[in-house]
């Protein structure tokens, strides 16, 4: 088995964010970040489309950053993160492990595959996400930008490990392609399986990531494609 690492090189950023509204509306604000303005080499991001009469965000507005043999991410707005040459194509498995030290109240995060036209209105991927709070497991595909299509709509799932009273929760997400269907596993269990058919049309092949939620603080390691 053939193991593809995804290479991390090391650069901080941070700088402030005025508050704005995050998917849940005016109640829901986004937290300001302090950043540089900067993601470690080679690494780009997309975020959501801004909603309206809010500020257009900018990677100042995020912390995404190499740390303690992995990555960090703060936010800041909802994004997904990724780097160019990390595409897969075929039969593989993207994976990641997600640790947060302190609650994250309802947000979530996860992974992204089957990426194309990122920077585009015509931006196309999949992307599949855990919500500690309450063991959810989300699958959506997004074709544009307007709202995605939910393919698993927060389901709730033995499989994911929730907060603790310390606010504290580890997951490790995995997708599998593999022929005809797409294994969606979470801490080495299997929690969906999708056929090719109930994919929205979309492709498996693309660009590989990760996707991570406004208002969040986690740390991911093991963020690696294989085949």
Do not use: C
Request: aromatic share 6%; glycine share 12%; no cysteine.
């Amino acid at each position: 088995m053939k193991t593809v690492a995804i290479a991390l090189t090391a650069l901080a950023i941070a700088a402030p964010l005025s508050a704005q509204s995050g998917a849940m509306g005016n109640d829901d604000p986004t937290t300001a970040v302090t950043g540089s303005g900067a993601l470690p080499d080679g690494w780009t991001l997309r975020f959501d489309p801004a909603r309206p009469n809010r500020p257009t965000p900018t990677v100042a507005d995020v912390n995404f950053r190499v740390m303690g043999g992995g990555l960090h991410a703060t936010s800041g707005p909802a994004a997904i993160y990724y780097k160019e040459g990390n595409v897969a194509t075929g039969e593989y498995t993207v994976s990641a492990s997600f640790a947060q030290a302190k609650s994250m109240g309802h947000e979530a995060y996860g992974v992204i595959l089957g990426g194309s036209n990122l920077q585009e209105s015509t931006q196309n991927y999949l992307y599949f996400l855990v919500r500690p709070m309450d063991g959810g497991i989300l699958i959506n595909h997004r074709s544009s930008d307007a709202a995605p299509t939910k393919l698993v709509g927060w389901e709730p799932n033995a499989a994911v490990t929730k907060e603790g009273a310390d606010g504290k929760a580890s997951n490790t997400l995995a997708v599998r392609v593999a022929g005809d269907a797409v294994h969606f596993m979470v801490n080495g269990q299997e929690v969906s399986v999708l056929s090719r058919a109930q994919l929205d049309g979309a492709s498996t092949d693309g660009l590989v990531g990760l996707r991570i939620n406004h208002n969040l603080d986690v740390h991911i390691t093991d963020f690696a494609v294989t085949h």
